[in-house]
């Protein structure tokens, strides 16, 4: 047993005044740790996250950010086994344990990924392309995002001390904000040894994560309106610190993830015998009872087909009556322990408080069967099944969570009142549907998706690789309106993003390249002195431009490259067809044969530090090009990415193509990848 967790504050280990508060093992009642906070100063820790850690953190790229990142999850994977073996302590099994720290290092792999390959190697954020708001193009507009200048709060549940920190962690710290870090007492051993090996890693810059083990104290009394709060729990905590009154006086933004009662639907075509009947069965006992029913994402209520309701229930028991519930280091055992006794208790009081308006038809007893441990010292529960037989008026079902391995059927006689029982959770993290019906899961996907925060439609078509009902992915948002908490976390860049700063900067486009790093059309162009593509990547300059020569497209340029391509379309091929549509007067030249004329034009044939064009982007014809008309190229270097450690950068050009009369009949952004001085000399 560790006598104390520690507090990282300050960028040194710290532990809290007095005695604390004893954890206990959620498997044996064991005691594992002291837990207290008392005597630290909130102000402190506070500024030193803004000072130093969001200072720190700022002097890097988006993508020396994303190489932290994956530094730190490839140091992770090292120790888990510490972790695994820690966590069996929370009652979690090794499958729940896999989700919860696995899963957990998997997010920083992810959001590593995404840094390095959605955001520039730079330290602004451009939003969109610039907004024209000028008659001539002299003053113009651009949406940027920076990183706010204040400290971020994750404050986090019990039920995964891992995953529900590196989740909030991976896109602050990709953001260039500090992260401050309070776990849930009751499994914050958990956090802290990872925190602790984090730490000793020495990757993360100073300031850049502390750890609360304990009371926040006076923390929200120090707020600024630069600072961050993510929060997940329950609705009435969050209520209460979202009232704090630095919280509204300093606009601090709140992002929270609350109570749901998530819903899956069982589509009217699968009925008993079919593939999806046994998928909802096989998924909602796995929703019940993974991480033994500890999910905010686990599913609470079962609706069903009224039809079917008493088959569904049938099936249900049995699946659940072969779920091993014990010891989670037992490789036998399916279900481990709730999180602590105290957590136990609550789920029985939420199972009291339901079976008032609907019935238990499994479980819902003491007397069980547990494996390898004393049922009297952990804190199991058995798996419990209730059936609502009139859910449109018990209120119930549809407000009271039982944080556990508990779900209650409801059954439904149409579509709508399937839409109107999911509606009735007044807003979930995730839904599911399963069906293999594509109209029906149409109406119930939009008859619901704006009470949902996510929505995973299940079939046997996509079923082998399903993530599933309850597992968020850092691709995708996690969060949900109303009763989930109105919040948002993860969703790739999106997440990063709630840590940063939108700006509107208005100026001219000369000024705007300057601050964004892109050029901007109507900014100055400089004359290379040689053709761009002779440049390598470090001596290219935005801004650098190319005018090419000019090229007459002729008629039988336009038959050969419909001939040699076999695009015959008739606006190519028919001059009085041509002459019908609205938008041509005669044959016109093909779009890509008038991009690959314009290639004709702009590129340099020789070997040189351009490697690789790799694709077009923003590709659109202007105007329609007749034989006879004339085409020339302005190519302007328009953004360079680093690619670091590869020997090349990729470098957008911004490529418009002009008629004889000066008018623009495409514009396009060319992709190239571009050889480092250093790669370039090796090969020359």
Known sequence: MQTKLGNLVLDRWVEGDGEGNLLTSAVTGDPVAFITSAGLEFGDILNHARTVGGANLRKLTFHERGEMLKALAKYLLEHKKEFYALSTATGATRSDSWVDI?????????????????????????????????????????????????????INAFNFPCWGMLEKLAPTLLAGVPAIVKPASSTAYLTELMVRRMNASGILPDGALQLICGSVGDLFDHLMCQDAIAFTGSKKT????????????????????????????????????????????????HEMTSKAGQKCTAIRRIIAPSAIAGEVVAALSTALGQIRIGHPGNKDVDMGALASQGQRDEVRERVAELSLQADVVYGGTDDFEVIDADASKGAFFMPTLLHCEKPMTSNAVHSVEAFGPVSTVLPYDNLDEAIELSRLGEGSLVGSVITNDNDVARELVLGTAAYHGRMVVINRHCAAESTGHGSPLP?????????????????????????????????SPETLTAIGHRWIRGANQTDPGVHPFRKTFEQL???????????????????????????????????????????????????????SFAAGLFVDPDFGPVLANYGVDDLRFAQPVNYGDTLRVRLACKQKTLRAGTGYGEVRWDS???????????????LTLVATDEHWASVN
Not at 125 to 140: A, C, H, R, V
């Open 102 to 154: 696995d899963g957990g290092i998997s997010t920083l792999f992810v959001y590593s990924g995404k840094g390095r390959r959605e955001m520039p190697n730079d330290h602004v954020y451009l939003d969109g392309p610039p907004e024209q708001i000028s008659k001539n193009g002299t003053f113009t507009a651009q949406h940027i995002f920076t990183p706010k200048l204040g400290a971020a709060i994750h």
């Open 238 to 285: 969050a209520e209460l610190l979202q009232q704090h009154p630095k919280v509204i006086s300093e606009s601090v933004a709140f992002t929270a993830e609350t109570d749901s009662l998530n819903s899956s639907i069982l589509g009217p075509d699968a009925v008993p015998g079919t593939p999806e009947f046994d998928l909802y069965i096989k998924e909602v006992t």
């Open 475 to 507: 691709h995708l948002i996690h969060g949900g309106p109303g009763r989930a908490g109105g919040g948002e976390e993860m969703g790739g860049i999106r997440g990063v993003l709630h840590y940063m700063q939108r700006t509107a900067i208005q100026g």
């Open 541 to 595: 300059e935005i801004g650098d431009t190319l005018v090419t020569d000019s090229r007459e497209v002729t008629l039988e340029d336009i038959q050969h490259f419909a001939e040699f391509t076999g695009d015959t379309f008739y606006a190519h091929t028919d001059e009085e067809a041509a002459a019908k549509n609205p938008f041509f007067d005669g044959r016109v030249a093909h779009g890509y044969l008038i991009v």
């Open 656 to 670: 418009e193509i002009t008629n004889q009369d000066g008018d623009v009949v495409a514009q396009y952004d060319v």
